[in-house]
């Protein structure tokens, strides 16, 4: 590797040609390597050209945190390792079997029937359940907070956001038979 020349990692002063310059230099050197981790992690042709696309905007747009210590080619592998486990990471979240579930379920057309019937069935299994587990219910999965966030509206501490938050996947998981 030592007859490669490294792209020169300049501080960018904001100016669209250098930016183009700069990922142009970067994505021409270390394109196939980064292509190629992010393909061995993802498993996947199409899910890879993605990664290694968003690897590419993330070194542009964090080009200030590079550290001349390590090679260019080591910066970027790490972007691509961490952005491909963290995708890993997401595609394997309990909430995309239900929405993959639901995905499957929808009728064609506007989904008014199955609206409702949804809403119904959440507000049962809401119905089945303590004020508190239901407001952490509605604050984590419909308002998008966090445990921590949650906790802080409750008073409680996030272990016990957690507990209730479980106890209610549990019951919703045993209703709905998802695996």
Known sequence: MSGTPQPALKVIDGGQKDRRAFLREL????????????????????????????????????????????????WLMKIATHHCL??????????????????????EGDRGAQVMETRELVRALLSRVDLETQTAVVHYWVDGMTMEEVA?????SVPTVRKRLEQFATLTNEELKVP
């Open 27 to 74: 994505y021409s050197a270390y394109g196939g390597s980064v292509y190629g981790r992010c393909r061995y992690l993802l498993k996947d042709a199409t899910k890879a050209e993605d990664a290694m696309q968003e690897v590419f905007a993330r070194a542009l747009t964090h080009s200030n945190e590079f550290r001349a210590e390590s090679s260019p080619l080591a």
């Open 86 to 107: 963290n995708q890993l990471r997401s595609e394997r979240a309990p909430w995309r079997r239900w929405f993959e579930r639901d995905e499957l379920a929808r009728p």
């Open 152 to 156: 802080a509206v409750l008073g409680r």
